[in-house]
């Protein structure tokens, strides 16, 4: 009976607060059934987990133990998944590897180099004006200039000189758009099915024609009036028609009216005399080359 005495009073006595004291000097007592006064030491008490208590204090659980380390653990980084959390919300973000770099693109205004002539592919010519070998062909043979070879030219005297016109003869088909200043431009005649330049300056319109006639026919006017009406009032009443160099074939009329154009550009002699047998051949080399010159003449003596 005393020893049960002195068990409760050990449970009572632990239930209530006292000053911490080391944990070296800490001992339990156990009922005389167990050996002889054993002492047990606080870090054997500190086994029993949640239901042992030491002097008021509750001893942390193994699983509190662990959670407390778990906090305490540093993070260490996963690899990337598909769905990466948002940099707000609290949790790491997973570095990834860098992609490849974006490469600008080229800036597409720049202006179109006209030498291509090794880009030769699938018949081509000259690709960056659209001229293919059979193009070539014509040129170099009697044939007539179809308005692809004009244009052609008119792209590449545009980009010589700083005067107004040169527009395509493909889209003037559709009408002419007005100009504002000096201008030098190559017409289609539909009447006629005939090549011919005009030039606007100091307030006249000169027409330069390979198969000169006194009169302009309906396809022509028309095309004149409005390329022209916007800088001279009736610009029909202003015309000049200047005395050039005459073609002696009937499909020459491409060839010189891209020789009158340069001629009026530069302004040189219009009224010269062309050496006909090399004027298809130098016309050739300058779209090659991607600049008009000045056309072969022949020298009178």
Same mark, same amino acid.
């Given at each position: 009976?005393?020893? *049960?005495?002195?068990?409760?009073?050990?449970?009572?006595?632990?239930?209530?607060?006292?000053?911490?004291?080391?944990?070296?000097?800490?001992?339990?007592?156990?009922?005389?059934?167990?050996?002889? *006064?054993?002492?047990?030491?606080?870090?054997?008490?500190?086994?029993?987990?949640?239901?042992? &208590?030491?002097?008021?204090?509750?001893? @942390?659980?193994?699983?509190?133990?662990?959670?407390?380390?778990?906090?305490?653990?540093?993070?260490?980084?996963?690899?990337?998944?598909?769905?990466?959390?948002?940099?707000?919300?609290?949790?790491?973000?997973? @570095?990834?590897?860098?992609?490849?770099?974006?490469?600008?693109?080229?800036?597409?205004?720049?202006?179109?180099?006209?030498?291509?002539?090794?880009?030769?592919?699938?018949?081509?010519?000259?690709? !960056?004006? *659209?001229?293919?070998?059979?193009?070539? *062909?014509?040129?170099?043979?009697?044939?007539?200039?179809?308005?692809?070879?004009?244009? /052609?030219?008119?792209?590449?005297?545009?980009?010589?000189?700083?005067?107004?016109?040169?527009?395509?003869?493909?889209? /003037?088909?559709?009408?002419?758009? @007005?100009?504002?200043?000096? /201008?030098?431009?190559?017409? &289609?005649?539909?009447?006629?099915?005939?090549?011919?330049?005009?030039?606007?300056?100091?307030?006249?319109?000169?027409?330069?024609?390979? $198969?000169?006639?006194?009169? $302009?026919?309906?396809?022509?006017?028309?095309?004149?009036?409005?390329? &022209?009406?916007?800088?001279?009032?009736? @610009?029909?009443?202003?015309? &000049?028609?200047?005395?050039?160099?005459?073609?002696?074939?009937?499909?020459?009329?491409?060839?010189?009216?891209?020789?009158? /154009?340069?001629?009026?550009?530069?302004?040189?002699?219009?009224?010269?005399?062309?050496?006909?047998?090399?004027?298809?051949?130098?016309?050739?080399? !300058?779209?090659?080359?991607?600049?008009?010159?000045?056309?072969?003449?022949?020298?009178?003596?």
């Amino acid at each position: 009976m005393k020893a *049960n005495k002195g068990h409760s009073r050990c449970q009572k006595k632990a239930c209530l607060p006292q000053k911490e004291e080391p944990m070296s000097d800490i001992s339990i007592q156990e009922s005389p059934s167990a050996s002889n *006064n054993k002492r047990v030491s606080a870090s054997n008490a500190m086994v029993s987990g949640k239901t042992n &208590y030491l002097r008021g204090c509750p001893l @942390p659980s193994r699983k509190g133990q662990k959670e407390v380390l778990h906090k305490s653990k540093p993070t260490v980084p996963q690899e990337a998944d598909e769905h990466i959390v948002p940099a707000d919300v609290g949790e790491p973000t997973v @570095p990834q590897e860098a992609g490849p770099t974006a490469i600008p693109e080229k800036d597409h205004k720049q202006n179109i180099d006209v030498h291509c002539v090794d880009e030769k592919q699938d018949g081509k010519w000259l690709p !960056c004006l *659209n001229l293919t070998q059979e193009h070539k *062909n014509i040129i170099m043979s009697e044939n007539w200039l179809d308005d692809t070879i004009i244009d /052609a030219a008119q792209k590449l005297l545009k980009q010589q000189f700083d005067m107004d016109g040169l527009q395509s003869c493909v889209l /003037a088909q559709l009408g002419m758009k @007005p100009v504002t200043r000096e /201008a030098v431009q190559i017409h &289609y005649d539909t009447d006629r099915h005939h090549w011919f330049t005009t030039c606007f300056k100091k307030g006249i319109v000169v027409v330069a024609d390979s $198969l000169r006639t006194s009169y $302009l026919s309906p396809s022509a006017s028309k095309e004149i009036c409005e390329c &022209y009406g916007n800088v001279v009032n009736n @610009p029909l009443k202003r015309v &000049y028609m200047l005395e050039v160099d005459q073609q002696l074939n009937g499909n020459d009329c491409g060839v010189y009216a891209i020789a009158n /154009a340069f001629e009026l550009l530069s302004e040189r002699n219009a009224t010269c005399t062309y050496d006909h047998h090399q004027m298809r051949k130098h016309l050739a080399s !300058c779209l090659e080359n991607g600049e008009i010159t000045e056309f072969p003449k022949r020298i009178e003596i």
